[in-house]
């Protein structure tokens, strides 16, 4: 069974640094691309990051320069490193695994909360 | 960037109608449009990728149809199961957008 669980949000103060994990398992990691993918509370969904199977990155225009996304295939672990928060990133934090050719996104994890507030 | 409109932006219903919830993308966006479904302090669910296949393991009463700029997702005959908010995704070009959603709730 394909299964991603996210760890590491909570709560940080404007200016301040995370760094998330998305924990994957039940498929060939290394063969896929992952992607995350933010929600602001009672909003819509916004795409934040992708990393694709060879290490290629895109960053939505709001967290360029802000985020790093990562991946160690032998954990068969993605990661999101975020500096310089503000209080507008604010939102649960998805990653999703890439279905084919980054069309679809066919698993999701239960999300991890980040919030940015003094 | 690409824009997502999704229609209505809520609706209510009652089990057994045939609902249908509609999207355009600000251009064309060749039939990369996937329909997501979310419940309540839940992740998002695929239901539909490209337009109009069904996603594995989803029930056949969900349907999805368009091309070029607009787009439906069609339930054949709502169930309890089914009343959640459901969005809908362009995927043609980085940066992937999502409309706001459509809720669907029990009339």
């Known amino acids: 069974e394909v299964q991603l669980v996210e760890s590491g949000g909570g709560l940080v103060q404007p200016g301040g640094s995370l760094r998330l994990s998305c924990a994957a398992s039940g498929f060939t990691f290394s063969s896929y691309a992952m992607s995350w993918f933010r929600q602001a509370p009672g909003k819509g969904l916004d795409w934040v990051s992708t990393i694709t199977g060879s290490g290629s990155t895109y960053y939505a225009d709001s967290v360029k320069g802000r985020f790093t996304i990562s991946r160690d295939n032998s954990k068969n672990t993605l990661y999101l490193q975020m500096d310089s928060l503000t209080a507008e990133d604010t939102a649960i934090y998805y990653c999703?695994?890439?279905?084919?050719?980054?069309?679809?996104?066919?698993?999701w994890g239960q999300g991890t909360l980040v919030k940015v507030s003094s | 960037d690409i824009q997502m409109t999704q229609s209505p932006s809520s609706l209510s219903a009652s089990v057994g109608d045939r609902i249908t919830i509609t999207c355009r993308a600000s251009q064309s966006i060749s039939g990369y449009l996937n329909w997501y479904q979310q419940k309540p302090g839940k992740a998002p669910k695929l239901l539909i990728y490209t337009a109009s296949s069904l996603q594995s393991g989803v029930p056949s009463r969900f349907s999805g149809s368009g091309s070029g700029t607009d787009y439906t997702l069609t339930i054949s005959s709502l169930q309890p199961e089914d009343f959640a908010t459901y969005f809908c995704q362009q995927t043609n070009r980085i940066p992937y957008t999502f409309a706001r959603g459509t809720k669907v709730e029990i009339k």
């Open positions: 999703a695994k890439d279905q084919y050719k980054l069309l679809s996104f066919d698993c």
